[in-house]
């Protein structure tokens, strides 16, 4: 099992003008500490359920370029990018930017969407939700279309593109893994069962994801695909540093369900300090489990 962390929170003690430095250092110091994986908002505004939604909110994909010229090895990812933010050729490009200029890095982390108010707020359409699940679907398809060897034409119900041309092709391997964020049991893991290589429930607890496992088993052997192929991830609100047997007790609960990736919330003020000391804590140890 292996570890990474989420920087949801781009506010802190040194005001705007810090924004840049604490978002550097915590993501230097997940690289140089061994984390597999770190992730950021794709928001416009910060979620009002959570923060004021007046708080900074960085663009997503801005921010994990800035990150990828300042570490080495870590994977780089949105958690999660709303279908309805950017047009499906558009997000496969600037995905497969990010995966250029990181040296092969990028995630593709995708969702549904759900925060209205921002997309009222910029003026971004936001439709019903079962179009949103139908746009989902063709995005998915339109990006694997553009890291795929065909350039020809793509006709959905909602997207038509000419051509889906896409240079230069992602680094390393055939195309960026997708991460299809969120917990709905009949058509977000449907979704995941027919096209992810990952999925990230936003609960570490074990009966909630015991359950939803099983769900996502049943999508899989619908869809003659092995639950074994896809990386099951969970997203925590623990504090590594804080207890790391307990820590380590629940980790061991969550891989005997199957789970293989534990997602920290990075805290303020000090999201760098808290990496670098969950990452002593536990990194060991998590390891091997």
């Known amino acids: 099992m292996d570890l990474g962390v989420h920087f949801p929170n781009f506010t802190n003690p040194g005001g705007d003008a810090a924004i840049a430095a604490v978002l550097a250092s915590t993501a230097k110091a997940a690289d140089e500490g061994g984390l597999a994986l770190f992730t950021v908002m794709d928001h416009y505004f ?8 007046d708080n900074p909110m960085l663009e997503g994909y801005s921010a994990l370029c800035y990150v990828a010229g300042l570490t080495s090895r870590i994977q780089l990812a949105t958690l ?3 279908v309805t933010y950017r047009h499906p050729g558009l997000l496969a490009k600037t995905v497969t930017t990010l995966d250029v200029l990181s040296g092969g890095r990028a995630m593709l982390g995708i969702g549904a969407a759900w925060y209205e108010r921002e997309h009222v707020g910029l003026g971004v359409p936001f ?3 079962a179009q949103r699940f139908a746009r989902l679907e063709e995005t998915l ?7 795929s060897d065909n350039d020809g034409s793509f006709n959905g119900t909602y997207y038509s593109l000419a051509e889906t041309l896409n240079r230069p092709r992602p680094l390393g391997r055939a195309r960026p893994p997708i991460l299809i964020g969120g ?8 979704l ?16 909630v994801v015991r359950h939803k496992i099983e769900v996502l088993r049943g999508h899989c052997e619908r869809a003659g695909r092995d639950l074994d192929d896809i990386r099951i991830t969970v997203t925590s609100g623990a504090n590594p540093g804080a207890d790391p047997d307990e820590f ?18 990075a805290l303020q003020p000090d999201p760098a300090g808290f990496v670098a000391r969950a990452a002593e804590a536990v990194l060991p140890r998590l390891a091997e489990i």
């Open 46 to 53: 910060q979620m009002e359920a959570v923060w004021p939604a």
């Open 80 to 82: 999660v990018t709303g």
């Open 127 to 129: 439709p019903p939700l």
């Open 141 to 147: 398809q339109i990006c694997l279309q553009m890291w």
């Open 183 to 190: 917990m709905g049991e009949q058509k977000t893991l449907r």
């Open 192 to 207: 995941v069962a027919k096209y992810a290589d990952a999925c990230n429930f936003i609960t570490a607890d074990v009966d």
């Open 248 to 265: 380590l007790r629940e980790a061991e609960r969550l891989s005997a369900l199957g789970v293989r990736h534990i997602h920290l919330r």
